[in-house]
């Protein structure tokens, strides 16, 4: 059975003025996604800003929002590093706190060769005893996971069982779903391609989009299960000049601007990253207007 199917949201996270951690927000965010449709979380990611966390603030954000969750929907915990070592051991301790899946990124600037990522994921699979998806997102780390190399993971050890797909290239996720005869727990890593993605077979999305639009997500995947692919595609349709303007700049400044201009003020970004340029968030407020979005 698939960690989650649907939406899960790559949750932002929340800092104060001081850059630490603004754990009120957060327990807020993740009770705003309990009640609006969103069928997971995963926290520390690309989105949560991990790369500028210290891995005490990780793991405490880790255990906070498992805290918090309580069970109400799955929590994924992003547990991916360069280092292998490190790897491992933030993936084990998030699994012991009982986080419900893993989020492994492959390791970055270093990079790897793919018999470099088949000893980097099976190390990490074997201390950490629960259910892994390998996140392949080349444009951000260098390193792509070839197909061959995804299903000699998924075939060969048993807590790897998925992958986020971030690569952009429909033709790679059609041959991953060719090689692992479909047997594999398949997720978007792009919000432009979730129906594109779902079309072959996928389980649902890792979604920047479910920030600003969890019920819109959330349907936008549970339609093309029940078998209305007209209304989900219309929904991926609709959502396109968002997500272009959710990803004008890297993420997540845009997302994190969104939501301000929500009324979910998430608080600054960590340095390198810098604020949004005032001509993409007026673009951005009209695209989120368009879409349906109430600003404050």
């Known amino acids: ?18 850059e630490s951690i603004n754990y009120d927000r957060l327990d807020e965010l993740i009770d705003f996604h309990c009640k609006n449709g969103t069928d997971s979380i995963i926290i520390c990611g690309t989105t949560g800003e991990s790369a500028t966390m210290t891995e005490e603030e990780h793991l405490e954000c880790v255990k906070f929002a498992i805290e918090r969750a309580n069970g109400r929907i799955p929590v994924i915990a992003g547990t991916g590093s360069n280092c292998t070592r490190t790897a491992v051991d933030m993936s084990r301790e998030a699994a012991e706190y009982g986080a419900d899946g893993l989020l492994v990124v492959t390791p970055y600037y270093n990079k790897a060769t793919q018999a470099g990522l088949i000893a980097h994921y099976t190390a990490v699979a074997k201390e950490a005893k629960a259910p892994i998806i390998m ?86 995947c549970a339609r093309f299960f029940e078998g209305d692919l007209k209304g989900s595609m219309q929904l991926q349709i609709k959502a396109i000049p968002l997500v272009e303007q959710l990803f004008c ?47 404050v």
């Open 1 to 18: 059975m698939a960690i989650f199917t649907g939406a899960g949201v790559a949750i932002v996270t929340p800092f104060n003025e001081d």
């Open 135 to 220: 996140y392949s997102v080349a444009s951000r780390t260098g390193c792509n996971i070839e197909p061959a190399t995804v299903a000699a993971l998924v075939r060969d050890v048993e807590n790897i069982v998925g992958v986020k797909e971030a690569s952009g290239n429909i033709s790679q996720v059609a041959k991953i779903m060719a090689l692992t005869d479909g047997k594999i727990d398949l997720y978007s890593g792009n919000d432009d391609q979730i129906v594109p993605i779902l079309s072959l077979g996928g389980k649902g999305v890792i979604s920047v989009l479910s920030n600003v639009a969890p019920k819109e997500t959330h349907d936008m």
């Open 249 to 295: 700049e890297v993420n997540p400044i845009p997302v994190k601007k969104a939501m301000q201009l929500m009324g979910m003020d998430c608080g600054r970004l960590r340095m390198p990253l810098t604020e949004l340029t005032k001509a993409h968030e007026e673009a951005l407020a009209g695209a989120m207007k368009e879409f349906g979005i109430r600003l």
